[in-house]
């Protein structure tokens, strides 16, 4: 019987208070050693007071529909399984940081100390056994959703269809899997900031 | 519009001056085969010495461009993996195979020359040069289907590193007959050495030809990439403004392209072999401040 589960995440932004409690928690859950990151949380600040706002964007790998790292990977090491979730199999992972080269939202890391290519996974094997994702576990503010979205009852199904969603980077083309609600267009616009950085 | 990073994970840097010495090593062996097995097809007994040359460098080149790729990996030990885990939409597949196959033809091809079997250099100087143009036409590829990061996402960078395969792979050869000429033929036939100093002279107008065509493909790049999408637009404010100015104008564009034109075509610097020495040894620094300005300004544009 063919599996017709799609795991998605959705980020509720109007509730992330930016605790980065998920990035510790994806840190724990995963054993990511210091330095490389899964899932993090960007912040911005804007405007100039008194009209000012704080902005945070959780980021993660997108698990893609149409991933560029499975299409560029040469061995086949990064792999979908049928739920959607987008794999890497670390015993077959050269190492070739190609695939980070080309995804656009820098969401994997070569581990300093296993000497290969890592990512978010959604926490596949929580997820196998029932369990959600340790960042949608442990998010204090229950802005992270995490389901099936060809299951038209989940939670996940029913807050995207009546919510204004959006995604990183739509032109690219990817098809990520990681919906948000309000977001932020200077916080998810990378040049931006980078410009105002450098002046 | 005041807006502030308070916190950001860092930005790595994936590919470095390994994958850019790759890219350089291959170049020259796809130009130098691509010279040489022209002279070698064009038939005409004077030019054997200067198809000689690009016969040994094309091989070498290629025997030491695989290492730096080698050393890059994070996981060496399992190379192995490329030959038996095929992905066939990753230009990293087709270019393991790419990368067996036409140093072997180079190796033979090099053999077949150095023998004085004529027919068998020609045939696989025929299969070479399509093996060449690939080998070299493929990691243009590899850059192009990075998606992410627009310097690279370009239709044109694999014509671009063709093109720059040319005149490094030109320059190179331009020097290693010069050095021969000048230290080991003049002194045992000074009518042979007239006529090798008339080739390489030739070969020299020739590099300056494709570097017009080199300087032509990347003022196409430029304005494309000024006109077109935010991000396009902020790498290319880096290459002309930012941080690779030096690099990309100074050295690549400058030194690199410029004075080295200026020099082959000048008759009184363009007759004489210490001018297009000279203009070759420029060239051979701005290609590979080509290949570092392409890898490394094409990751610098932050992502997240």
Redo the contacts between chains.
């Keep these: 019987m063919k599996n017709n589960k799609r795991y998605a995440m959705l980020i509720d932004l109007r509730k992330c208070v930016g605790c980065h409690t998920c990035s510790v928690a994806c840190k724990a859950e995963n054993s990511f050693p210091v ?1 490389v ?1 899964a899932s ?9 007071f008194p009209h000012v706002s ?1 902005s945070f964007l959780p ?1 993660s790998c997108n698990n893609c529909e149409k991933p ?1 790292c499975l ?7 990064t792999w979908k399984r049928e739920d959607g979730i987008v794999m890497i199999d670390q015993h ?7 695939c ?7 969401a994997r ?2 581990n300093p100390l296993k ?3 890592q990512k978010c996974t959604f926490c596949h094997h929580r997820v196998d056994v029932g369990l959600v994702p340790a960042c949608v576990e442990t998010c204090i503010g229950r802005a992270r959703i995490f389901g099936d979205i060809n299951d038209p009852n989940s939670l996940i199904s029913q807050t995207i269809s009546t919510n204004p969603v959006n995604v990183i980077k739509p ?2 083309g990817t098809e990520p899997r990681v919906f948000y609600v309000g977001l932020d267009l ?1 916080a998810a ?9 450098e002046d | ?12 840097i ?2 470095g001056i390994f994958i850019a010495t790759y890219f350089y090593l291959t170049g020259i062996s796809a130009g130098s085969f691509v010279i040489s097995a022209v002279t070698v097809l064009g038939g005409k007994k004077e030019y054997k010495s200067i198809g000689k040359i690009g016969s040994i460098l094309a091989p070498v080149s290629l025997l030491i461009a695989p290492i730096f790729l080698l050393i ?4 060496p030990m ?2 192995w ?2 030959y038996i ?3 066939m ?5 087709y ?2 195979f790419l990368l067996s196959a036409y140093p072997l033809n180079g190796v033979l091809y090099a053999w077949a020359l150095f023998a004085n079997k004529e027919k068998t250099a020609k045939i696989l100087g025929i299969t070479g040069i399509p093996l060449a143009i690939c080998t070299h036409g493929y990691t243009g590829f ?1 850059l192009a ?5 627009p310097l690279w996402s370009t239709a044109l960078m694999p014509t671009l590193f063709i093109v720059s395969a040319m005149v490094s792979g030109i320059a190179l050869v331009i020097l290693i007959a010069s050095f021969n000429n000048f230290f080991f033929t003049k002194r045992k036939d000074v009518e042979k050495a007239e006529q090798e100093k008339k080739l390489i002279l030739n070969l020299g107008k020739f590099m300056g030809a494709t570097i017009v065509a080199d300087l032509f493909l990347i003022l196409n790049d430029i304005l494309v990439l000024l006109t077109s ?3 396009e637009y ?1 790498v290319a404010q880096l290459l002309l403004f930012g941080e690779f100015k030096f690099l990309f104008l100074g050295i690549e564009i400058f030194l690199g392209s410029i004075v080295p034109l200026f020099v082959v075509f000048f008759p009184k610097t363009g007759q004489t072999l210490r001018g297009n020495v000279f203009a070759s040894l420029l060239v051979m620094i701005g290609v590979f401040a080509m290949r570092l300005t392409v890898v490394y300004a094409g ?1 610098s ?4």
Aim: a positive charge; glycine letters at 6%; charged letters at 25%.
């Design positions: 330095g990151f993090w949380v960007k912040i911005i600040e804007k405007g100039k704080r980021l560029i299409t560029n990977c040469p061995v086949k090491a077959r992972c050269i190492g070739c940081k190609y980070i080269a080309s995804c656009p939202y820098d890391f070569v000497k290969y290519v032109e690219m200077d616009d990378p040049i931006k900031v980078w410009k105002v950085l | 519009m005041d807006i502030q990073v308070i916190y950001n994970t860092p930005y790595y994936p590919l890059d990996l994070e996981q399992r190379f993996h490329l885990y095929l992905q939409t990753s230009p990293i597949t270019g393991t590899i289907l990075g998606k992410g990061r999408k935010t991000e902020h990751q544009v932050p992502l997240h």
